[in-house]
């Protein structure tokens, strides 16, 4: 009788740390753009259903047969805002092998920290969700079952495996990149209607993605949340699997253009284009975010260098990802780096305001444990009492020893974090 009550003890415990439910639909093969489906004259068309129902698209995003170099990526695109998919572009990685099941990711890389993005749920016409921090190998046991996608700031260990286009691999672009950002969803997935500060280049290695792109002027249309004011990124809350459009009457009139990638595509969205993304199947990706800057240096871009397969770690990063956080890729500013980091904040505008550097700055000493300086005081530091925002003349112009004081306020989190020694640092990053 005993060992029939501990057999049966053990089928439950077995049973009740199995996962229950069903594994998400991989089917790819969703139809884009919709059909409009003509409704009543009461019900505007569209109403309760996702973005892209309300009206028509206006084209397609151009296409570009494989992959432009920095320099033509500049002018034709960057510089004129201009967004584009590059066709097959990325082909040649050995990731397209490796990482094709999950059982290579968890055995490798189970036991590093990522960040997902999980659904909380909606009230009235807005949507919330939540940002979690866990382990790889917790994310790839649930995914297929729950309505989660990876959404972060690519850890510094799988850097090694990540192609890098060559588009940003010399000038200026390769010189002001942001970060690189993983995506891993399984299923159909959506994003909020998003917009970034920086150019968007965003590669798919597996499963397929919609894209939804619409100027920024058309923003206030779905309730757009501003990063910080007159800023070029932000979201809207609403839930864009289902519009109302009968309240937010102006959708209907948004124009809009579209893609679909596939496997060894690349979509480059300008800084500011509001974009929403659909995933199918089992989807990863990788996004670059590349700084605006106003001109373009060539500087590298005449040697052989696309000879051979390049990965994101042989670029220079200004923001990575370690010990479950997002943090600076360079942890030992001085005068010269510090200045690089403010023009790379300020783009290609001509001022930056206080409340941009309090962003930056709240994100850059996230690592600290103790209470820091308020960035209203770091920011009179370095542009006196009472200034609003800085212009770039004044970054430019500021003293070395203002820089140097305010750099060791950057770095003294970093002192007493556990992070691996760098075996090298990149070139910007010894400045």
């Known amino acids: ?60 995003v151009e296409d570009y047969e494989g992959i432009p170099d920095a320099k033509e990526l500049y002018y034709d695109y960057a510089s004129k805002w201009k967004p584009v998919v590059f066709r097959d572009s990325i082909t040649e990685s050995p990731i397209f092998n490796t990482w094709e099941k999950d059982d290579y990711l968890k055995k490798k890389y189970g036991h590093l920290n990522i960040s997902v993005i999980t659904r909380k749920g909606a009230k009235k016409d807005y949507l919330y969700r939540e940002r979690q921090t866990m382990k790889l190998k917790k994310f790839l046991a649930e995914y297929m079952y729950e309505d989660w996608y990876l959404a972060g700031t690519v850890p510094h260990d799988m850097m090694h495996e990540l192609p890098l286009p060559k588009c940003v691999q010399c000038g200026t672009i390769a010189n002001y990149l942001q970060e690189a950002e993983l995506w891993m969803s399984s299923g159909g997935t959506s994003s909020m209607l998003h917009s970034h500060e920086d150019h968007n280049l965003h590669c798919v290695l597996f499963g397929r993605r919609d ?58 969205i300008p800084a500011g284009y509001l974009h929403q993304v659909r995933s199918y199947g089992r989807s990863i990706s990788v996004t670059i975010l590349i700084t605006p800057t106003p001109e373009f240096d060539d500087a590298g871009c005449k040697k052989k260098q696309f000879t051979k397969i390049k990965t994101l770690s042989d670029a220079a990063f200004m923001w990575t990802f370690e010990e479950g956080k997002r943090v600076l890729t360079n942890w030992k ?24 550097f309090t962003i930056f700055y709240t994100q850059a000493m996230v690592v600290s444990d103790e209470e820091v300086l308020p960035a209203a005081t770091v920011f009179a530091m370095l542009f006196d009492v009472g200034k609003r925002e800085a212009t770039r003349r004044e970054i430019t112009e500021l003293s070395t020893e203002k820089l140097n004081r305010v750099a060791a306020i950057f770095n003294k989190p970093y002192e007493k974090s556990p992070r691996k020694k760098r075996d090298h640092l990149h070139a910007h990053e010894e400045l």
């Open 333 to 356: 500013l001085n005068a010269e780096s510090l200045r690089y980091i403010l023009l790379a904040q300020i783009r290609s505008e001509d001022i930056m305001p206080i409340e941009q």
């Open 211 to 268: 894209f939804i792109l619409i100027e920024n002027k058309h923003k206030s249309a779905f309730a757009f949340k501003d990063e910080y004011p007159n800023s070029v990124a932000g979201h809207s809350p609403l839930d864009m699997e289902m519009i109302n459009a009968l309240k937010y009457t102006k959708i209907a009139n948004v124009p809009w253009t579209w893609s679909t990638l596939h496997q060894g595509d690349c979509i480059f």
């Open 1 to 60: 009788m005993e060992t029939i009550f501990v057999f049966t003890c053990l089928i439950f415990i077995d049973l009740a740390s199995a996962k229950i439910g069903f594994v998400k639909d991989l089917n790819m093969d969703a139809e884009f753009p919709p059909q409009i489906i003509k409704a009543n004259r009461r019900i505007p068309d569209g109403h309760l259903r996702p973005l892209g129902y309300q009206g028509s698209p206006l084209a397609p």
